[in-house]
């Protein structure tokens, strides 16, 4: 698959990881992603490629594209053959400023990138980026669609400092300390969170936890799941592996299968990292 990626500037470099174009043929039909706090816009530039948000429930068919924000369990993303779309990698409160409804309201919810900016809209973009002539001027051009629609959210500020303080510590620190340190509730912060990023305070620490213990996992070597466990401060394996199963859909060696078998059949893939094989 061809990947193409870049770093946008000022003012969405702190809203923003990276934009990226991808067009290929996918490593899978269909792709297991856990609940990492990754808010996700795609642009679709080809055939529909389906959503199933959770373990139960049916496939939905996205030909637009899709917002989505933190989820709080693993998704199935089903990719035709061959794929081709721009997207957006966004910091944790990153999406927020670009929603016309709390991020709370997407939460395992998916939207259609219509459903967000209406039809005219994306039915412009759409054509504007099928026209350009490479993949670096694609990415351009959706920067400036995100510079353009960048609104103000009220209490971003609040949610990017306390979500920056979380990820420092890979979800370690108490909560309640952060509320203290920002003279602010408990209350308080949870509603803003849930407007800005999807979820509360204590949600997104559990996730910014549970993925950097799992990231940190050598699937190559022996794994003793007791260890994990306790390094990354589970009160026991049983938690882990019932927090595990939560986030991801999957036991921990059944992760661990599907990451192995990932590596082998794909080594070096652009889509490496998070993605599993969903079957």
């Given amino acids: 698959m061809e990947y193409v990626s870049r770093v946008p500037g000022p003012?969405?470099?702190?809203?923003?990881?990276?934009?990226y174009y991808l067009e290929g043929t996918?490593?899978?039909?269909?792709?297991?992603?856990?609940?990492?706090p990754a808010p996700l816009l795609i642009v679709n530039l080809g055939a529909p490629f389906?959503?199933?948000?959770g373990t139960d429930g049916e496939a939905v068919e996205y030909t637009d594209g899709c917002a989505v924000t933190t989820p709080t369990r693993a998704w199935e993303f089903g990719y035709p053959t061959p794929t081709r779309s721009v997207g957006v990698h966004f910091r944790p409160w990153g999406l927020a400023p670009f929603l016309p409804m709390p991020a709370a309201e997407l939460c395992d919810r998916p939207a259609t990138v219509k459903q967000i900016w209406g039809q005219p809209a994306i039915a412009e973009l759409r054509h504007r980026l099928t026209s350009a002539d490479a993949p670096d001027e694609m990415l351009i051009l959706?920067?400036?669609e995100l510079v353009r629609r960048l609104?103000?959210?009220?209490?971003?500020?609040?949610?990017?400092?306390?979500s920056s303080a979380i990820a420092e510590t890979g979800g370690a620190v108490p909560i309640s300390d952060l509320g203290v340190a920002a003279r602010a509730s408990g209350t308080y912060l949870a509603k803003r969170f849930k407007e800005v990023i999807g979820v509360t305070p204590k949600r997104l620490a559990r996730s910014y936890r549970f993925t950097a213990t799992v990231l940190a996992i050598n699937v190559a070597a022996p794994i003793d799941w007791g260890d994990v466990a306790a390094g990354a401060g589970?009160?026991?394996?049983?938690?882990?592996t019932?927090?595990?199963?939560?986030?991801?859909g999957l036991t921990p060696t059944r992760y661990v299968e599907l990451r192995q078998r990932f590596l082998r059949e794909h080594p070096n893939h652009a889509l490496d990292g998070w993605p599993l094989p969903a079957a």
């Fill in 234 to 240: 589970y009160f026991d394996q049983a938690h882990f």
């Fill in 50 to 53: 389906l959503i199933r948000a």
């Fill in 242 to 248: 019932h927090e595990f199963r939560e986030f991801t």
């Fill in 151 to 162: 609104r103000t959210v009220n209490g971003l500020d609040i949610v990017r400092h306390l």
């Fill in 26 to 36: 996918p490593p899978y039909s269909r792709l297991m992603l856990p609940a990492a």
């Fill in 142 to 144: 959706l920067e400036e």
């Fill in 11 to 19: 003012p969405l470099d702190g809203l923003i990881y990276d934009l």
